[in-house]
């Protein structure tokens, strides 16, 4: 009787060693076959955040290149910076004393 009781053991151990061994190589076979779609995935995420950064950077230079062509307008025209500062003024005057 121990000798069939370790055989029974032995085949489910054997049973257990082989579905252990076919879900590894299944596992393999899934993932080298995902393995393409996960490094172009990973290009595309690494795309993005390199345009995401550009515009962030691009968008940080903005308020100076405004303030600069700002100042250049006022140097370039004077007269008409003024009087569009005073027409601004009566405006805001006009919609805040309502």
């Known amino acids: 009787m121990a000798t069939s009781h370790t055989k ?3 085949n489910a151990d054997n049973a257990v060693d082989r579905a252990a061994h076919g879900a590894h190589e299944m596992i393999d076979r899934v993932a080298e076959k995902a393995r393409p779609a996960v490094e172009r995935l990973r290009d595309e995420v690494d795309s993005a955040g390199q345009t995401i950064r550009t515009g962030v950077d691009q968008l ?3 308020p100076g290149q405004w303030l600069e062509t700002s100042r250049a307008c006022v140097r370039d025209y004077p007269l008409a910076s003024v009087g569009i500062a005073v027409a601004a003024g009566m405006l805001l005057r006009r919609l805040l004393v309502r």
């Open 8 to 10: 029974q053991t032995a």
């Open 60 to 62: 940080g230079r903005v």
